[in-house]
Nanobody, 120 residues
């Protein structure tokens, strides 16, 4: 199982970016998917998560600016980031909680990270 994240880059303050993360490989069931970020010198933190049923949760710092969504047919999760601020600068990691077979339990998988840089 692999998670491939894309869409990071350099953007000016107030701009927008859309991140994508596709899950590939043989899986039985995909549960919650989410995005985390880690800024230099800081711990990794939750940005947003979406359940298999579409319920969402956001960190207070991104509420009203970021939108998480998923395409279950494509096993892909998206993060639309609007009104970006310099403090949003970080490496963004996607996460998927999934079961590889009907006999295995749930496990967390991580993407490789994509860098988002917001200039002031």
């Amino acid at each position: 199982v692999q998670l491939q994240a894309s869409g990071g880059g350099l953007v000016q303050s107030g701009g927008s970016l859309r991140l994508s993360c596709a899950v590939s490989g043989s899986i039985f069931r995909l549960n919650a998917m989410g995005w985390y970020r880690q800024a230099p010198g800081k711990q990794r933190e939750l940005v947003a998560v979406i359940t298999s049923g579409g319920s969402t949760h956001y960190a207070d710092s991104v509420k009203g600016r970021f939108t998480i969504s998923r395409d279950n047919a494509k096993n892909t999760v998206y993060l639309l980031m609007n009104s970006l601020k310099p403090e949003d600068t970080a490496v963004y990691y996607c996460n998927a909680n999934l079961a590889r077979t009907m006999y295995t339990g749930w496990a967390d998988y991580w993407g490789q990270g994509t860098l988002v840089t917001v200039s002031s």
